[in-house]
């Protein structure tokens, strides 16, 4: 777990430390005095939840504090749907790729927690973004969700490489607490 000193805080806050102090001491900002000294500790979650609340940009925090969701799509519905149930205030970072190319480039540069890739772009295309990032080393970790067409064709593909599958169309609800809990499970969102 970390943890975050006085003065740490009052760097990311850009404040003085005895400004950190006294929300400390009133409570505002929760944490703990280390045993037989006056120095205190603030828990990251705690700090995090305390810049949200009061509305405090998170700075370096905030590739640990938010799931970053990348969408490959060009369905704009299907897109902002999935928006609206992953907004910025409940902790999602959202970022759209068009194509295979644009995915690759926005993965480089976002480093998304996950990937969901709808297969109506195409789907050897989908396939073969899904290969490209489980090939990459960075990505290894990265949640991959793909969004299969109900046309009634059957997709017959190697589904070790994608976490998680839905069928469209799909409740986007259903999907968001989804990516709640399976991002959730790698970071301690708050």
């Given at each position: 777990?970390?943890?975050?000193?006085?003065?740490?805080?009052?760097?990311?806050?850009?404040?003085?430390?005895?400004?950190?102090?006294?929300?400390?001491?009133?409570?505002?900002?929760?944490?703990?005095?280390?045993?037989?000294?006056?120095?205190r500790?603030?828990?990251?979650?705690y700090?995090?939840?305390?810049?949200?609340?009061?509305g405090?940009?998170?700075?370096?925090?905030?590739?640990?504090?938010?799931?970053?969701v990348?969408?490959?799509?060009?369905?704009?519905?299907l897109?902002?749907?999935?928006r609206?149930?992953?907004?910025?205030?409940?902790?999602?970072?959202?970022?759209?790729?068009?194509?295979?190319?644009?995915?690759?480039?926005?993965?480089?540069?976002?480093?998304?927690?996950?990937?969901?890739?709808?297969?109506?772009?195409?789907?050897?295309?989908?396939?073969?973004?899904?290969?490209?990032?489980?090939?990459?080393?960075d990505?290894?970790?990265?949640?991959?969700?793909?969004?299969?067409?109900?046309?009634?064709?059957?997709?017959?593909?190697d589904?070790?490489?994608?976490?998680?599958?839905?069928?469209?169309?799909?409740?986007?609800?259903?999907?968001?607490?989804?990516?709640?809990?399976?991002?959730?499970?790698?970071?301690?969102?708050v």
């Amino acid at each position: 777990m970390k943890v975050f000193t006085t003065g740490q805080v009052a760097k990311i806050c850009k404040v003085a430390p005895r400004t950190v102090s006294k929300w400390f001491d009133s409570g505002r900002l929760k944490g703990y005095r280390i045993p037989g000294s006056q120095d205190r500790r603030i828990p990251r979650e705690y700090l995090i939840k305390f810049l949200k609340e009061h509305g405090m940009p998170l700075g370096d925090l905030e590739d640990e504090a938010m799931a970053k969701v990348l969408i490959v799509a060009q369905d704009q519905v299907l897109v902002e749907n999935l928006r609206r149930e992953l907004p910025l205030e409940k902790a999602f970072k959202v970022c759209v790729a068009a194509s295979g190319f644009e995915a690759g480039i926005q993965a480089e540069g976002f480093h998304p927690d996950c990937i969901i890739v709808d297969f109506s772009i195409g789907r050897i295309e989908a396939l073969q973004i899904c290969q490209n990032l489980r090939r990459n080393p960075d990505f290894s970790e990265t949640i991959l969700i793909a969004l299969l067409p109900d046309d009634g064709s059957s997709m017959s593909f190697d589904r070790s490489t994608i976490n998680e599958t839905f069928k469209k169309p799909f409740d986007a609800a259903l999907l968001a607490e989804r990516l709640r809990t399976l991002i959730g499970a790698k970071k301690e969102l708050v």
